[in-house]
């Protein structure tokens, strides 16, 4: 079959897919509006979608080496693009992205700054490289550059070997981090559509990931992806057009949402200026300096506190109370926390919450919005987050094996192009998306009364109630719905979206569709690279260099599948939000590949031992800087350098990995003329 014809084909079957899946769209809509109930909508939506997966995995089935690692090189540039762009949008991005531009407005923005930009200098600076490169890994590719070829069969020199091993460890703790975001997602989204459990859900989805990857490596993974990404595109950009036209009667809504945005501002100034916002804010400013009293107290406030808690329950028992109340004194001291350091702990928590719910709205067009200390804090963590999704995206493990797959180092580049196009039409659209569900909840759920709230209010705040993802209580008890009384997380916003725009609920579940076909993409790409690091570099390399392509295949299918469960039980602990884990994920790349990869290609003179000194000194200082200054890790807010959140790290790690990999590089002696005639081949991708 000649290189046309197989475009031609798969052109064809992508075109009957779609039609196929906008003819099932329909159906559903006319199931609903003939009263089909809600859960069978979402149960068809995760079933049938889950069915396509694994049956694309099915069919891609191989024990090729070369098809189950980089799809057999052939992967034309659009499908590669679009592939590419599957595995790129992430539940981050699907989920996650609009929420964070909702609740922090402008500075939000650094996201889509960050990845969109770091995407443009993979298509620069490592994609052609690699391709022309030509082999099956990162470290691969890491290995032979800065250890050369040891022997007649290809394995590494003790050098080599080296940094193979630190690159196959960066791959595994930046990809497994990363991985555990999106299996949460697919906790998030198939417990919410389902009904399950959310832990139940976890391993529901992981049912889901292993399908498309288990059988057929980046084969089933690639041609799973390119179906992926058509759900994603449709399922984001459809409420998007929707909301766009119900609320400014414009179908474009990267066009409408600057219509709506100084309405939104004026809105904002409304709400900021009502008296009844200000009771509000004031009494989370209450509640938070009354937390600050008994952290200046400790230990004598924690004692106080728990006789006051043993008093109300002895004496409910006195009266003889109803066995509610008693009940309720007996939760209300099993919860007291055990010891002054518990209650520290859990106070101080409840004093940044309260606190943070007491502040005036950020204007969400308003760049670095406060006075100038703050202003100029917000700056830097802004330039600061860009470079670190920028750098941190050149040096994906998961993202950069796309680059082996196509037929040729021009198709590459074109499937670069490509996938940002893919990209840009997701991302175009997310900080529309933002602003028109901020402005629908601003001037339809803000004012409302609390006896008329719509439905999806209260489905909402019963999906997790470990961890509320949406709540509305009446603070100052006055039986209307202010700002200040609503807490909605950012992963929730786009699945609710359709809901709050008062969407049909098929749009609902075509969302979470979206957000499924997001998290999974990824995680496929992510468990892969991990899979193959362990079984190509470390097994085949390094254990066993006469194995057998059957068993080499076989390996990786079987770390691929503990590697999965192992994720899937750290997502189940709720380790943190989604947005908060893919950062660390990128600051962690950009420190300790990121160095070694770009100097590798671009300056001769990068040598061993200047590389693992590099990869070293960037992992280290990024993670002592996350340990550090990051509460949730051990650390404080008061241990960050220049006031710089420890998502990120990157900003000194991967300076720290330049200065070092350059420094040691100088003071060595330079590699072999084979290496710099190995740079010298890469450098020039087109010949």
């Known amino acids: 079959m000649t290189e046309r014809s197989f475009v031609s084909k798969l052109r064809r079957y992508y075109l009957l897919f779609t039609a196929g899946f906008g003819g099932f769209l329909l159906s559903l809509t006319l199931l609903e509006q003939e009263g089909m109930p809600r859960i069978w909508i979402g149960y068809l939506f995760m079933f049938a979608t889950i069915v396509l997966y694994a049956i694309l995995g099915v069919l891609s089935r191989t024990s090729n080496v070369l098809e189950y690692y980089v799809a057999g090189r052939k992967v034309p540039a659009m499908f590669n693009g679009m592939a590419t762009a599957a595995d790129w949008i992430s539940a981050a991005s699907f989920i996650s992205l609009a929420g964070g531009l909702y609740l922090h407005g402008f500075d939000g923005l650094a996201y889509i700054m960050g990845w969109t930009g770091g995407y443009v200098l993979v298509a620069l600076l490592i994609a052609p490289y690699l391709r022309k490169f030509c082999q099956y890994t990162i470290p691969d590719f890491l290995a032979m550059r800065f250890g050369g070829v040891g022997g007649a069969n290809g394995e590494d020199n003790p050098a080599g070997r080296v940094v193979r091993i630190m690159a196959v460890m960066a791959t595994i703790i930046v990809s497994f981090t990363y991985v555990v975001a999106q299996i949460y997602a697919v906790g998030l989204i198939t417990s919410r559509f389902t009904g399950v459990d959310f832990s139940v859900g976890i391993f529901l989805g992981l049912a889901s990931i292993l399908v498309c990857s288990f059988l057929g490596g980046m084969r089933a993974i690639t041609w799973t992806q390119v179906a992926q990404y058509i759900i994603i595109l449709v399922a984001f950009l459809l409420p998007a057009i929707w909301m766009s036209i119900k609320l400014s009667d414009n179908p474009i809504p990267q066009v409408a949402y600057g219509k709506l945005l100084p309405k939104l501002s004026a809105r904002e100034a409304v709400l900021q200026a009502d008296p009844k916002e200000a009771e509000v804010r004031a009494i989370f400013q209450q509640r938070a300096d009354d937390y600050q009293q008994r952290l200046d107290n400790l230990p004598a406030s ?223 790409g992510l468990l892969l690279a991990i899979s193959n690091a362990l079984s190509h570099d470390i097994y085949y390399k390094i254990v066993d260099r006469h194995a057998s392509t059957q068993k080499r295949v076989t390996i ?63 992992f280290a200082v990024c993670l002592y800087y996350m340990l550090h200054a990051n509460p949730v890790l051990g650390g404080s807010v008061t241990g960050q350098w220049f006031h710089i959140a420890p998502t990120s790290a990157g900003i000194f790690g991967v300076p720290a990995g330049l200065l070092v990999m350059v420094v040691v590089s100088l003071l060595t002696p330079p590699q072999d003329s084979q290496t710099s005639a190995l740079v010298d081949y890469i450098r020039a991708p087109e010949k």
């Open 302 to 524: 924690w004692e106080a506190g728990r006789r006051d808690a043993q008093r109300r329950l002895d004496q409910v028992k006195t009266r003889n109370a109803s066995l509610l109340d008693i009940r309720s004194a007996e939760r209300a001291l099993i919860a007291y926390p055990k010891n002054p350091e518990i209650a520290a702990s859990e106070w101080a928590e409840a004093h940044a919450y309260n606190l943070a719910r007491a502040r005036p709205i950020n204007p969400h067009a308003e760049p670095y919005a406060g006075d100038a200390e703050t202003s100029a804090i917000k700056r830097n963590n802004f330039v600061a987050l860009v470079f670190c999704l920028m750098l941190g995206t050149v040096a994906l493990p998961h993202i950069l094996m796309r680059a082996y797959t196509t037929p040729s180092v021009h198709e590459t580049r074109q499937s670069m192009v490509y996938a940002l196009f893919f990209i840009l039409l997701i991302y175009l659209t997310i900080p529309a998306m933002a602003v028109l569900v901020k402005y629908d909840i601003y001037t339809a759920l803000v004012g409302s009364d609390f006896n008329h709230l719509p439905g999806w209010v209260s489905y909402w705040a019963n999906v997790d109630k470990l961890t509320p993802l949406f709540s509305i209580t009446d603070v100052n008890r006055d039986g209307v719905v202010q700002l200040a009384e609503i807490t909605i997380d950012a992963d929730v916003l786009v699945l609710a979206a359709p809901e709050i725009a008062g969407l049909p609920y098929v749009v609902s579940g075509l969302v979470a569709a979206g957000g499924l076909a997001a998290a999974l993409s990824t995680a496929d």
């Open 556 to 618: 990786s299918k079987l770390l691929l599948l503990g590697v999965a469960f192992i994720a899937a039980y750290a997502a189940s602990q709720r380790p943190g939000d989604i947005i908060s884990l893919v950062g660390a994920a990128f600051s962690l790349a950009g420190s300790t590949l990121f160095p070694a990869l770009v100097l590798g290609v671009f300056w001769k003179r990068a040598n061993h031992q200047g590389a693992v000194a590099g990869m070293i000194a960037g």
